[in-house]
């Protein structure tokens, strides 16, 4: 029984200290599980949830084998190791408490930070509307030259939807410099007969699930340049294009 206490102490005490300072699980880190007499399936798990950076070069993988670590965790740290910028599902289901846009900085969660959108109509059957959805072609306009967020690619984003929603529902944006602010065109409503101008802004992007109404984006051919995650929440009805709406930004720098 003292024993089992001693090992839940040591738990409770490690992954508390890796918490506290946001760490990147190391091969020193598995080696003091092994020592701690952890189970393979504790140390597992504890990977699969922590941001990782291990050595796994064949010299490594001999010494940790050397060193008692079983098969089971050396694999997990190899997959680790290969993907070192992908998050696990647990790891991505860290921001879902709230709705937005997050990146993976030095293998922690940011914010992206939402700008507000001036709307205006852009001219594709501008004067049709079915159950106030504009049917046609939008233009957005940012205030201010640069976003807040800069990123390097290949960058991992997340995004937590709405209830109900789903991320096909968003729109990755090109923007472009125009003055003292970026603009950018886009699509809203169930759009017919629509010109190639009104889609030029318009990238595609594929993405994948990893927790409840979140999703794992990855970008990593995109020129340097001004850019946005555009929700299905801000396309502007008939009623509300004299008002603002809100779009996740972000820069991508060579």
């Known amino acids: 029984m003292k024993k089992v206490f001693f090992a839940v102490a040591v738990l409770s005490l490690f992954f508390t200290s890796v918490a506290s300072a ?3 699980l190391t091969n020193k880190d598995i080696l003091s599980m092994v020592n701690a007499k ?17 050595s796994t070069a064949p010299d490594d993988l ?13 694999a ?13 599902a647990r790891l991505a289901q860290g921001p879902a408490r709230d709705i937005g846009v997050y990146f993976n900085h030095k293998g922690a969660w940011e914010i992206v930070p939402p700008e507000v959108v001036d709307w205006k109509s852009g001219g ?23 976003s807040q967020t800069t990123v390097t690619l290949p960058a991992t984003f997340l995004i ?6 789903y991320i096909t529902e968003y729109q990755l944006i090109h923007l472009h410099d125009h003055g003292k602010g970026r603009e950018f065109r886009t ?3 169930g759009v017919f007969h629509v010109s190639g101008g009104a889609t030029r802004d318009m990238l595609p992007f594929k993405s994948k699930a990893v927790g409840d109404r979140t999703f ?6 995109l020129k340097k340049g001004e850019y946005g995650f555009l929700p299905a929440a801000s396309s502007p009805t008939r009623q509300q294009m004299a008002t603002a709406g809100a779009i996740y930004t972000f820069r991508v720098e060579e």
């Open 22 to 24: 946001q760490h990147a």
């Open 38 to 54: 952890l189970g393979d399936t504790v140390i597992i798990a504890e990977i699969q949830r922590s941001p990782c950076k291990f």
């Open 62 to 74: 001999l010494a940790l084998k050397r060193a008692g670590v079983s098969d089971a965790v050396i």
């Open 76 to 88: 997990a740290m190899t997959e680790a190791g290969a993907n070192p910028s992908e998050p696990s």
């Open 124 to 146: 594709v059957l501008k004067s049709h509307f079915t159950l106030g959805v504009v049917k046609g072609d939008i233009n957005g306009e940012i205030h201010g030259g640069h």
């Open 160 to 165: 937590v939807v709405p209830e109900g929603a």
């Open 187 to 189: 699509v809203t409503g």
């Open 216 to 221: 794992q984006v990855t970008l990593s051919s």
